[in-house]
């Protein structure tokens, strides 16, 4: 559990999403049109802003220990909106 904890904070800290909070509390979208994309990286997967050739994130857990839906799905990259949404996911993908 803290390795996911640990995994999911880094991504965020790479992201600078902590100074984007608004003053509302309100998460930030970082644009209406960005999102960031997981998706299978080699024997792996990776987070990436949508876009971009190059990963903000890459986690440690084989794809052959993802549930095979799942990594279907990974397979075409899930789109996420927010930081909150990529910590959900990894957190039910047991990624670390």
């Given at each position: 559990?803290?390795?996911?904890?640990?995994?999911?904070?880094?991504?965020?800290?790479?992201?600078?999403?902590?100074?984007?909070y608004?003053?509302?509390?309100?998460?930030p979208?970082f644009?209406?049109?960005?999102?960031?994309i997981?998706?299978?990286?080699g024997?792996?997967?990776?987070?990436?802003?949508?876009?971009?050739d190059?990963?903000?994130?890459?986690?440690?857990?084989?794809i052959t220990?993802?549930?095979?839906?799942?990594?279907?799905?990974l397979?075409?990259?899930?789109?996420?909106?927010?930081m909150?949404?990529?910590?959900r996911?990894?957190?039910?993908?047991?990624?670390?």
């Amino acid at each position: 559990m803290l390795k996911k904890f640990i995994s999911a904070a880094a991504a965020v800290a790479v992201l600078g999403c902590a100074a984007a909070y608004g003053a509302h509390g309100t998460e930030p979208s970082f644009a209406d049109e960005s999102c960031f994309i997981l998706r299978e990286y080699g024997d792996t997967m990776a987070l990436f802003e949508e876009g971009e050739d190059a990963p903000i994130a890459v986690y440690s857990t084989p794809i052959t220990q993802i549930n095979p839906a799942d990594a279907a799905l990974l397979a075409d990259g899930i789109r996420l909106k927010t930081m909150s949404e990529v910590a959900r996911l990894l957190e039910d993908l047991e990624v670390e």
